[in-house]
């Protein structure tokens, strides 16, 4: 069996590239190692002596252990998702509801959002919140219901650039639920019913007018027309008769001279 040996220098904690990781595993070797693992999804930032030094992308990093401490901070760069739920907000005509409110971001520059700014995830909750308050707040209550669908592209561009300066990079926004009182519920559900048997009328009218006009119609044609008359006359008589189980004939004479000149036409 062949030994190699090689003398390395413990004040720098970088480890030359010639030597084996798997040798750096070993049980008699790792105490004098560190070891950082920097996830798919992830990208690190590594400290020496509290300076920050270089970004680490994704991969195992191994340095020597030595009097210099290493630090290795890292972010999750997928999506996350923001629920800003429950925000009690005055629309323009001073009516109180609750709106809950969602945003989708993910950051984009690792060092601004860790090194340059603390907390990066409650600064954008402060900036949605503020931003739904004040955007909703331009409308009345009437408007804001009209026009929901305006309010989450408004409120993606007054955040995104301020998140971009964070870090963050903004994709999707919107509003989730408009939670209005009981009493301004209840008022609505009144003013709904009202307009829906105010149209239900307008219909009612409308066939009503429709059928009295048909009828002035059939009227004009029946009297300008003998067999026309004789044909309406025969079907009613036909109506009358579907719901006539027994007929008793007494007089039978005079009964069929009356249905002749029924339906005999002069």
Known sequence: MRYEHSI???????????????????????????????????????????????????????????????????????????????????????AALRINFYAQYRVADIVKAIVETKDIAKQLYIQFQLA???????????????????????????????????????????????????????????????????QANVITRREETASTRSLLNTAKLMEDNEMLFKLKEMEYVEKIAEKINNISVSGGGQLVEQLRQIFAVK
């Not at 105490?31 to 270089?54: H, I, N």
């Open 8 to 94: 390395v220098n413990l004040n720098s904690y970088e480890i030359a590239e010639g030597i084996d990781r798997k040798l750096l595993q070993r049980s008699d070797v790792s105490v004098y190692v560190r070891v950082f693992v920097v996830e798919a999804y992830e990208e690190g930032l590594m400290y020496v002596g509290g300076k920050f030094e270089r970004k680490l992308g994704p991969g195992v990093y191994y340095f020597w252990k030595n009097e210099q401490p290493i630090a290795v901070q890292k972010a999750d760069l997928r999506q996350q998702l923001m629920e800003i739920s429950g925000q009690e907000i005055l629309t323009k005509d001073k």
């Open 132 to 198: 739904v308050r004040e955007y909703v707040g331009t409308f009345t209550l009437d408007e804001l219901l009209a026009n929901k669908e305006s309010v989450a592209p408004a409120i993606l561009k007054d955040v995104a650039e301020k998140a971009a300066a964070m870090g963050a990079a903004v994709t999707d926004c919107g509003i989730r639920d408009v939670i209005l009182p009981g009493d301004v519920k209840d008022i609505m559900n009144q003013v709904l019913v009202a307009e829906k048997k105010a």
